[in-house]
Antibody, heavy 120, light 107 residues
């Protein structure tokens, strides 16, 4: 069974750094892109960016370029989303997701989500 | 960046009735469009991709149509489990964008 398991909820202060994770299992991790999606409280879905763990090729939405870093460690089948200096506006649920097929662009399955709360 | 606009924002429908949701792209995305369903407290679920192909396990009452800039998701006969928020998503030139969502609520 293909699964994406994300790290647990985080509570941070503004200015702190953070790295959340997404571990893939049940498939060839290096053969599929993994994407990250933000959902702010009570709001819609926002496509943040994608990474190909096979060669770490990464693409960002213009809205998130320079705001976050997406990376992957193929040796442990894990993708990451990180911030160097969090802001209150980064408070959101963050999902990782994998395309349905190696050459496709549509996300399924999804991770369970990681809730990030940034508050002083 | 391609902007996706969904309408209406909220759709009130009685169980058993038909629901029609719209999604418009700011420029042509060909058939590179998907629909997702999200229920409270859950991750989104893929319903339709390639504008009209149902994902694995999705009931036949869900159908998608359209190409270019205008797309439609139709739920032929709403069941209680279909009340949720629905998002369209396009993917073009290594960049995806979602619509703002349509909430389907019980009338």
């Amino acid at each position: 069974e293909v699964q994406l398991v994300q790290s647990g909820a985080e509570v941070k202060k503004p200015g702190e750094s953070l790295k959340i994770s997404c571990k893939g299992s049940g498939y060839s991790f290096t053969s599929y892109w993994i994407g990250w999606v933000r959902q702010m409280p009570g709001k819609g879905l926002e496509w943040m960016g994608i990474i190909y763990p096979g060669d770490s090729d990464t693409r960002y939405s213009p809205s998130f370029q320079g705001q976050v870093t997406i990376s992957a460690d193929k040796s442990i089948s894990t993708a990451y989303l990180q911030w160097s200096s969090l802001k209150a506006s980064d408070t959101a649920m963050y999902y990782c997701a994998r395309p349905i097929a190696a050459g496709d662009n549509w996300f399924d399955p999804w991770g369970q989500g990681t809730l990030v709360t940034v508050s002083s | 960046e391609i902007v996706m606009t969904q309408s209406p924002a909220t759709l009130s429908v009685s169980p058993g009735e038909r629901a029609t949701l719209s999604c418009r792209a700011s420029q042509s995305v060909s058939s590179n469009l998907a629909w997702y369903q999200q229920k409270p407290g859950q991750a989104p679920r893929l319903l339709i991709y390639g504008a009209s192909t149902r994902a694995t396990g999705i009931p036949a009452r869900f159908s998608g149509s359209g190409s270019g800039t205008e797309f439609t998701l139709t739920i032929s006969s709403l069941q209680s489990e279909d009340f949720a928020v629905y998002y369209c998503q396009q993917y073009n030139n290594w960049l995806g964008t979602f619509g703002q969502g349509t909430k389907v609520e019980i009338k």
